[in-house]
Structures are given as C-alpha cells and as structure tokens.
C-alpha cells in the first residue's frame, strides 16, 4: 500500500492529462471506429478462368529432350509456311514433290525400315531352313584353348547387349502407361476448353446485370451499421474516454481501500495504547512488591551463591517503556467520527456501470435519426439498373458462342475415336513391349543356365542337360526376335511419323511463335478462320499481339477499346448517398451527465480525511516507547537465575523461599508481561503503517477531488468533440462499402466480366495438352521401342553364337595337364602314395 498511495498522486494527474490530450488530438483520428471491413463479392466470371495446365517434372524429362534432338536432326527444314497455305486454302493446289521434299528425313527413316522389314523376316527363314539342315547355330565340335576367352566374351556381350534391351523395354511400357493416361485427360480437356471459350462474351448482358444486383451488398451491410449506429457511436466515445474515466475511477477505489486502512489502523492504534495504559499500571505494582521480596531475600546474610548479581538484577524489576508519554489521537478519530460514510468498491462498480452503459444508452438516443438514414440508404441508383443497357458487343458475342458450339459438337465424335485408337495402339504397344520382354528374359536364362551347365561339364556325374536348356532358351529368344521384328517396325514407324511430325511441324513452330506470325500474315488463314470477322470487327486485330495482351491478364474491354463507346462511370454516380447522411449525422447526441464519477457521501469521507490532521501525528513518539522492552531485565532469566540459587542454599529455608520467588517471577511473566508485550507489538504495526502513509494521504486526496471535479466539468465537451469526430469517421467508413462496391464494379467489367484470359489459357493448354501430355511421351515410346526393335539384331546374334557353347563338345583334349582350357575346371583330389 506504501508504493500504491506514494505513486498514485503523480501518475493520476500524469495519466489523466495524457487522456486528455489524446483526446484533443483524436479530432481526426478514425481508429475508434476503422476502416470499413472488405465486402466479399460473388465472381461473375468465375467460370471462365481457366487453371493453367503444366506437366510436372518428372525422370523423362531428359528422354524427351534426348528424343527432341533425334527429331531435330530428322527434320531440318523450316516451318512450311506456302505448303500450309495450301493446304488450308487450296488443297488440290498441293504438290507431293514440295511435300516429299519437306518429310526428306522421315522419308529417309520410312527407307531405314523398310529395309528392316523385309530383311529381318528374309534372315530369320534363312535361319530357320539353316537350323532345320543343321548347318548354323550347332555345338562347338573340338574342345580348343580359346575356347574360354571366347565364350566369356560372347556372354559379356549378350549379357550387356541384353541389358540395354531391357532397359528400352522399360521406358517402352513406362511410355507407353504414360502416353495412355495422359490421352483420357486431354481428350476430356478439348470440350472442358471450349466451353469456357463459349462463355467468353455470350453470358455478358446477364453478368453486368449479375453485377448491378449486388449493389445490395455494401446495401444491406451499412443498413448493418446503421441498427447499431448508436452502439457504435457509444463504443468510440466509451473507448475514447476511459483512458481518463478508468484511471480515475482506479484511483478513488484505490484512495477508498487506503481510507478504510488508516482508520482501520488509527482505531487500533488508538484502542492497543489504552490496554497498555491500563496493563502498564497493574504491572508496575505487580514489579514492585515482586522486587521488594526479591531484595529482601538476595540482602540475607545466609544467602550462599551469586546473590550479588541476582540482586542487581532484581533492582532493575521496572517498566522499561512508559506509554502515558504517547500523543493521543482522540482528535483525529473525533474529526473522522462516521468515516467511511460511503462504499467505495461499491460506488466505483456503480460508476463504472454507468460508464459502461453508454452505447445503450446511444443507442435509445439515435433510433429516430438511424431511421431517416435507412430510408436513405435503401434507393438503388438509376445508373446501376441501366448497368447492363448499351454494352457494346452483344452480337459479336453471339456469333461466336454460336461458332464455338459448333465446334465442340463436331469435335465429340472425333474425340471418342482418338480415345478408341489410342486403346489399340495400347493394347498393340504392351503386347509387344511383352514380346521384348520375353526375349530379354529367354538370354538371361539361356545365359544362367549354360554358365551353370559350363561348371559341371569336368564332373563326370553331372549331365549336360542344363547347358543344352540354356542353349534353348537363347534360340527361343531368337525365333521370338525373328517372328516379331515385322510388326515392331510398322508400329515404330506408324507411332514415328505421327508423332514426329506432330512435334516438328506443330510444336516446334509453336512454341517459336512462328504459328503466331503465319495467322497474323494476311492471305493464310481462310475467311472462316480470320478471328475478326468472327468477332464482328471494324478492323483486323493481329492474333499475336492479342494473345500477349490476354497473357498479361488484359480483358476484351482493353483489347477491343471497349471504352470509348461505353461510359461505365455515369452508372456509378452515389453522391446522393453522401450528401443524405452527411446531414443526418449532424444531429446526433450523446448525453454524459449521468455519470458522477464520485457520489456525496464519498466526497465527505475524502474532504473529512483532508482535513483530519492525521498526518501531524507525532508518530516517532510511539516508536520510541516501542523500541524500549516492557521490563528492564528479563523476568525469565532472573526466575531462571533464582532456581540455581534456591539449589545451591546450604540453608533449606532460604532455598524454599527463593524457589517460590522464581514460581512467582515465572507467573508475573506470563500473565502480565507477554500480554504486555503482544499489545506492543500490534502497537509497533500499525503505527509504522501509519507513519508511512499518512504524510502521502491529504495529498492524494486533494488530487483526486480535484481531477473529479475537472474531469466531471470537461465530459461534456470531450464527448461532444468525440461524437463529431466519430460521426465523421462513420461516413467515411459506410463510403468505404460504396467505394469497395465501385472498385469491384470497374475491376469486373473491364478486366473479369468477357475477360480474355480463357483464350489465352486455352492456346497455352492446348499446347500443353497437344505437346507436353500427349506428344512427348507417344514420341518416348517409339522412340523406346524402335530403340528395342534395331537392338534385336545384336541380340539374334551374339544369342546364336553363344548358345554353340553351351551345348556339349564333340571331341575334348586327351591332355589334362592344361586345366586352365578347361572351362571352369575344378581340380579332383588323388590319393598320394607314400
């Protein structure tokens, strides 16, 4: 309580004026209120953003790129600008030399394989007819030193060679997955695409009216406001004001608390002081007639011991602190008689009550005025109900949502083939792949089998039959090479000019711009397919330059100039709105002389303890009768000292007397000068609380009748400045809906509402879908596949020839001194004779 009362004085006033400062300079401050909160308006374009489609990286991504170069290389001719022409506007007028001279590298690979179609099955019947007369494919006939060197190096070389097959096969059927599960998607995609190009600019009428419709939002959410205006309203000024309110009320709770402990302790003060009067009496007659006996005894001639310190102890049997020489406080508790008349706790909860109350009672005020503003607010401009009329456009826009219907409805059946040409080509490309895989497999195990058959050929007991099933095994993968070398190549090739030239023709130009630049060069594109005259425009706009824009997020309003024939601003005039609740706002009241801060009663309890005079209470007079101990010598050591004695008395007399002087000291100290004792220790606590906040007390209470007093005269005009400032922010605030609701307007309509957003999606989809989904990974498959296809051949016949020695030897060295000829020769153990 000392540091509380010490620093309230200071920091009330301090505190106080801060507020009230803070207040003069909340003239134009609108944080009590603000700003207004963002409005969530309904997109009326929603469904024509499309989602940018991008492959993910992936582990193929470096075969793309590696079957992008081969492709390069095949095709090293420019883009075919005049043969496109051609084609587009003038098909009969196509020469097949100019087209043949365009397709040079792919007619080079169609010679590539058609050479391998005719001699792969040319060289496997020739095998076969060589088989069926045994003169290829048979055994080694005579066991030689080479042999070994040979055999491992034909092994090492299928074996790599089988290898790499298998690593093809893989990225074949992986391809091969990926080409299938990227076409359901894609195909799906080409509808999902042009639908959202059809709701480009057909819906656009309804939009803007969609738009003009949700006026209501900034609408219903200021009538919002305006039921709880005068809540709002009482919430600034309540906000505003209890920075200095709060504080003041703290600090009359707090000076209420420190009134009721200083009378507390005055009163204790006052009433311990007469018990130590009235006990001080009875002990100093009690000291006495114990000290007279005790003299007596101690100046005995027979008295044995130390009785000469026992009696200078004896003399000093007196009261040691005298508190008849205290001051009285009489006056001071008559002065403070009925203290505290009032309760603090309770009025400052009242008070704080009342303070609190203030936005209801705002509330009761301003309900007729929030009506008149409702009535105001509830108009719909006439320019947003004509939002919708006049918008420029409207029949270009249905000519081509009718062209682009028709075009998705042409499309669907067309799609649905793609898709069931794609399942046979899966179909045909995992049988083959599995034809592959077989054949991979059949060397491993042909390879597996005649090593382990070659192990066990110096044993004896161990048959050849294994080396001869790994030999089996090899031709088998030869005969499947052989039988299905025909329809790998016409599927490489089939999947490679498709896919070829859909990268090089179509892709690459694109991604170049060079497909860009032939559209916008006049003469290429046939009438049908010129963007302008679909658009119905004056001029011809170039489609590149048109494309850049909807990149960049520009709308048809901005590519076509769509403003300079349609006046969006003259729909979007709300003065009205302005102007209404300005002069409404200006009679709002709000009236503060409820509250009184600090009820009568109170402030005679505070004006009676400031000029009680407690605070000239000599208080060091009561510490100095304190400070001295209630008895000059310690009844308990003399009592104590009087048993040794009594024992150490050769008379018995004596000793008896002397043991009954010590029973009685004993009892003298604890019936008279503990209780002494106790009262001055409740003495000792509350005049130290007193001493130490008495001095600070009158002054505290003068502060805080004097910043009641000022602050209770200034309420009114602070509130008054408050409520000006506040309705200011009020307006500004509910202009801010109307505002948000126009900047969403002009946001809509020039940049969302017939956006071009989706066109450009669309063509960067449909690149991603044509290039990145579909034509890289078909192009990897083949490229995978024909990769497999062309390393059949080294297979066939490092197969044949490796399998001539897995099968047993016709004729074997006679000498076995050379082991190391011998094929995995294992030495046998002979017995030594001795």
Known sequence: MRHALALLAPLLGLGLGLSLSRLAAGATDCKSLGPAEPLTFTPAARARWLAPRVRAPGVLDSLYGTVHRFLSVVQLNPFPSELVKALLNELASVKVNEVVRYEAGYVVCAVV????????????????????????????????????????????????????????????LVTNQRTHEQMGPSVE?????????????????????????????????????????????????????????????AAVDSLGQALQVSMHHLQALNATVVELQAGQQNLESALQQQRDRLLQLLQEAGCQGDCAGALSRARALELGADFSQVPSVDHVLHRLKGVPEANFSSMVQEENSTFNALPTVAAMQTSSVVQELKKAVAQQPEGLRTLAEGFPGSEAASRWAQALQEVEESSRPYLQE?????????????????????????????????????????????PEAKG??????????????FLFAAPLILLVFATFLVGGNVQTLVCQSWESGEL????????????????????????????????????????????????????????????????????????????????????????????????????????????????????????????????????????????????????????????????????????????????????????????VLANVTYLKGELPAWATRILRNVSECFLAREMGYFSQYMAWV???????????????????????????????????????????????????????????YFRPIRKRLSSTSSEETQLFHIPRVTSLKL
């Not at 480009?200 to 009428?205: A, E, H, K, Q, R």
């Not at 009685?664 to 503990?674: A, T």
């Not at 290039?771 to 596949?785: E, G, Q, S, T």
């Not at 062309?790 to 001539?804: C, D, E, M, Y």
């Open 113 to 172: 394989a058609g050479l391998y179609l005719l001699l792969m099955p040319t060289a496997g019947l020739c095998f076969c007819w060589c088989r069926c007369r045994r003169r290829c494919g048979g055994r080694v006939k005579t066991e030689h030193k080479a042999l070994a060197c040979e055999c491992a190096s034909l092994m090492v070389v299928l074996l790599l060679t089988t290898l790499l097959l298998l690593i093809g096969v893989v990225c074949a």
């Open 189 to 249: 995609a080409v509808p999902e695409t042009l639908l959202s190009l059809r709701g480009l600019v057909s819906d656009v009428p309804q939009e803007l009216q969609a738009v003009a419709q949700q006026f209501s939002l900034p609408q219903e959410r200021v009538s919002e406001e305006l039921d709880g205006v005068g809540v709002s309203i009482g919430s600034a000024v309540h906000t505003q004001l209890r920075s200095a309110v709060y504080p003041l009320l």
């Open 418 to 462: 793609v898709q069931r040409y794609e399942t046979y080509r899966w179909i045909v490309g995992c049988v083959l792949c599995s034809v592959v895989l077989l054949v991979a497999l059949c060397n491993l195990l042909g390879l597996n089998l005649g090593i382990w058959g070659l192990s066990a050929r110096e044993d004896p007991s161990q």
């Open 468 to 481: 001869e099933a790994g030999a089996h095994f090899l031709m088998a993968g030869v005969g499947l090479s």
């Open 516 to 703: 860009f630049e032939f559209a916008d060069t006049p003469g290429n594109l046939p009438p049908s397919m010129n963007l302008s005259h679909l658009l119905g425009l004056r001029k011809n706009i170039s489609i590149h330059q048109a494309y850049r824009q909807c990149k960049e997020g520009a709308a048809l309003w901005t590519v076509l100039q769509l403003n300079d024939s349609y006046d969006l601003e003259e729909h979007l005039d709300i003065s009205q709105y302005t102007n209404k609740l300005w002069q409404e706002l200006q009679s709002l009241k709000v009236d503060t002389q409820s509250l009184d801060l600090l009820s009568s009663a109170a402030r005679r309890d505070l004006e009676a303890l400031q000029s009680s005079g407690l605070q000239r209470v000599h208080y060091p007079d009561f510490l100095v009768q304190i400070q001295r101990p209630v008895v000059k010598t310690s009844t308990e050591q003399l009592a104590q000292e009087l048993e040794g004695l009594a024992q150490a008395q050769g008379n018995s007399v004596l000793g008896q007397r002397l043991q009954e002087e010590a029973h009685g000291l004993r009892n003298l100290h604890q019936e008279k000068v503990v209780p002494q004792q106790s009262l001055v220790a409740k003495l000792n606590l509350s005049v130290r609380a007193l001493e130490s906040s008495a001095p600070n007390l009158q002054l505290e209470t003068s502060d």
């Open 746 to 804: 002009r946001e809509e309509v020039t940049q969302r509402i017939a956006t071009c957003q989706p066109l450009s999606g669309a063509v960067d989809n449909s690149r991603v879908i044509l290039c990145d989904m579909v034509a890289d990974p078909w192009n990897a498959f083949w490229f995978c596949l024909a990769w497999c296809t062309f390393f059949l051949i080294p297979s066939i016949i490092f197969a044949v020839k490796t399998s001539k």
